[in-house]
T-cell receptor, first 117, second 112 residues
Framework: GAVVSQHPSRVICKSGTSVKIECRSL??????MFWYRQFPKKSLMLMAT?????????EQGVEKDKFLINHASLTLSTLTVTSAHPEDSSFYIC?????????????FGPGTRLTVL | KNQVEQSPQSLIILEGKNCTLQ??????????LRWYKQDTGRGPVSLTI?????NTKSNGRYTATLDADTKQSSLHITASQLSDSASYIC???????????FGGGTRLMVKP
């Protein structure tokens, strides 16, 4: 149980285009999902916290107009990278939290490799 | 400031050998500590979760320890296999704001 999927697993796009990444909790309902970014050989950096039915909470330094997050249902959150630039190329990972307590475990998706040409 | 420091940054061992990875943290108030394994190009997968009162927890060949007094944790891998090659990330969860603080990870390579 507690499986989180991401789609697509990798995407290549041209500069200036927008890319949508989906994060789904397959066998549980996730009130809260999280979006992370990971650079090569670095650890995960939290970008934003996505709460179902409300606006996402962005970490300092993360542009909310560039990284649009929608959490329309308890099993789906989407991250849209708008007007992508080569510096947006990275590994994007989502996680979904089982339950409402902060101490509850987060289950991570397999990640999405974004390459912007 | 909440911080999680892992050592070593990278490690190479021969197949069949044991190794121990270290994690020191300054997160407060402490809720729990987790070790994750992250294969290259994949998301992290949980290995162990330890609360304040737990000193040791095993998951197959992985054994995690926690010393809440010194704020140190270790992950011991026994009889390493080639498939153990991955990054191992220590994550400490704080009750305050339900925050996760990630360590920088230890990149382990197991060679035949």
């Amino acid at each position: 149980g507690a499986v989180v999927s991401q789609h697509p697993s990798r995407v290549i796009c041209k500069s200036g285009t927008s890319v949508k990444i989906e994060c789904r909790s397959l066998d549980f309902q996730a009130t809260t999902m999280f979006w992370y970014r990971q650079f090569p050989k670095k650890s995960l950096m939290l970008m934003a916290t996505s709460n179902e039915g409300s606006k996402a909470t962005y970490e300092q330094g993360v542009e909310k107009d560039k990284f649009l997050i929608n959490h329309a249902s308890l099993t789906l959150s989407t991250l849209t990278v708008t007007s992508a630039h080569p510096e947006d190329s990275s590994f994007y990972i989502c996680s979904a939290r089982l339950g409402t307590s902060g101490s509850n475990e987060q289950f991570f998706g397999p990640g999405t490799r974004l390459t912007v040409l | 400031k909440n911080q999680v420091e892992q050592s070593p940054q990278s490690l190479i061992i021969l197949e069949g050998k044991n190794c121990t990875l270290q994690c020191n943290y300054t997160v407060s108030p402490f809720s729990n500590l987790r070790w994750y394994k992250q294969d290259t190009g994949r998301g992290p997968v949980s290995l162990t979760i330890m609360t304040f009162s737990e000193n040791t927890k095993s998951n197959g060949r992985y054994t995690a320890t926690l010393d809440a007094d010194t704020k140190q944790s270790s992950l011991h891998i026994t009889a390493s296999q080639l498939s153990d090659s991955a990054s191992y990330i220590c994550v400490v969860i704080s009750n305050a704001g339900n925050m996760l603080t990630f360590g920088g990870g230890t990149r382990l390579m197991v060679k035949p």
